[in-house]
């Protein structure tokens, strides 16, 4: 028993701590109400700066990567319990997110202004759209089973975990990650752009897309019926007209069943 509520405390503990990071990202990438944000006044010389942010990115890329591959989770599981994998995983992410708000080196320089009160709106909006469909889609696929919670909490109960299976509710019709989706939104709806902004932008752009293509080779052994939705329901962008070999008709696959 003791063990068990040892692991539940600490998928409480690592799940908070993964909350804590999310709420603060939302104040350090839309610089809102935060004392740090992406954009605070440089410090260090640009090219120092490209350095420190680029490596910070770098780890935090790394460790998404490698911590979520099935190969990594038999080896780590050999040293921790089944049950905490997932909040392990958690936790050192948000870690090394709180890391990257920490270290992170603002940069100055300014690509683009919208100084329009419209265009302002419509970009908070869009970054706020972002937000709520990274949340989204976390709810939709098993919000507390990929943070851990869902995890830690059968062991407490004595039940056994069983896997996620593969669905395609709502956004996941039209595009195969709306997370990923989300994600973008978040990084590039910016009424300001400055060097920083872009240099976090094109990094982890060009991770979600490579992430992508690991991921899928997961899904792709776990769930013999993810190659049917590839190929019909697009990555990231959705068909206009919902028509085509993608639409809604194909994302039926795997629903539920
Ligand atoms: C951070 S989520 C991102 C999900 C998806 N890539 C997206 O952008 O919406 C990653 C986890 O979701 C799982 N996953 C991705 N697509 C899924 C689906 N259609 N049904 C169930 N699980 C899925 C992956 O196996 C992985 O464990």
């Given at each position: 028993?003791f063990?068990r509520?040892?692991?539940?405390t600490?998928g409480?503990?690592?799940?908070l701590v993964?909350f804590?990071?999310?709420?603060?990202a939302i104040g350090f990438?839309g610089n809102i109400?935060?004392p740090?944000?992406?954009?605070s006044?440089?410090?260090v010389?640009?090219?120092?700066?490209?350095?420190?942010?680029s490596l910070?990115l770098?780890i935090?890329a790394?460790q998404?990567?490698v911590?979520?591959?099935?190969?990594?989770k038999?080896?780590?599981?050999?040293?921790i319990?089944?049950?905490?994998e997932?909040s392990t995983?958690?936790?050192?992410?948000?870690l090394?997110?709180?890391a990257?708000?920490?270290w992170?080196?603002?940069m100055g320089g300014?690509?683009?202004?919208?100084?329009d009160?419209v265009?302002?709106?419509?970009?908070?909006?869009?970054y706020g759209?972002?937000?709520?469909?990274?949340?989204?889609?976390?709810?939709?696929i098993n919000?507390?089973?990929?943070f851990?919670?869902r995890q830690?909490?059968?062991?407490?109960i004595?039940k056994?975990?069983?896997p996620?299976?593969f669905?395609?509710?709502g956004?996941y019709?039209?595009?195969?990650?709306p997370?990923?989706?989300g994600?973008?939104f978040?990084f590039?709806a910016?009424p300001?752009?400055?060097?920083?902004?872009?240099l976090?932008a094109l990094?982890t752009?060009?991770y979600?897309?490579?992430?992508?293509r690991?991921?899928e080779?997961?899904?792709?052994?776990a769930?013999?019926e993810?190659a049917?939705y590839?190929k019909?329901?697009?990555?990231?962008?959705?068909?206009?007209?919902?028509?085509?070999?993608?639409?809604?008709r194909?994302a039926?696959?795997?629903?539920?069943?």
């Amino acid at each position: 028993m003791f063990k068990r509520v040892t692991v539940f405390t600490y998928g409480v503990v690592s799940y908070l701590v993964f909350f804590a990071s999310f709420l603060y990202a939302i104040g350090f990438i839309g610089n809102i109400l935060v004392p740090k944000s992406i954009d605070s006044a440089p410090t260090v010389p640009f090219w120092t700066a490209v350095l420190i942010n680029s490596l910070l990115l770098g780890i935090f890329a790394v460790q998404h990567s490698v911590m979520a591959r099935p190969a990594f989770k038999r080896w780590i599981t050999r040293y921790i319990p089944r049950e905490a994998e997932r909040s392990t995983y958690t936790l050192t992410a948000s870690l090394l997110l709180i890391a990257l708000f920490v270290w992170w080196q603002p940069m100055g320089g300014v690509i683009w202004n919208v100084t329009d009160p419209v265009g302002q709106a419509v970009l908070y909006g869009l970054y706020g759209f972002g937000w709520a469909l990274v949340l989204v889609a976390t709810l939709l696929i098993n919000h507390f089973d990929l943070f851990g919670l869902r995890q830690v909490w059968l062991q407490l109960i004595g039940k056994p975990y069983t896997p996620l299976r593969f669905k395609t509710p709502g956004p996941y019709r039209l595009v195969r990650h709306p997370l990923y989706v989300g994600w973008l939104f978040v990084f590039w709806a910016t009424p300001t752009m400055t060097a920083a902004h872009l240099l976090f932008a094109l990094l982890t752009t060009g991770y979600i897309l490579i992430g992508i293509r690991l991921e899928e080779r997961d899904l792709l052994e776990a769930h013999p019926e993810y190659a049917g939705y590839r190929k019909h329901v697009p990555m990231l962008i959705p068909r206009l007209g919902g028509k085509g070999r993608g639409g809604g008709r194909i994302a039926a696959v795997g629903d539920g069943t």
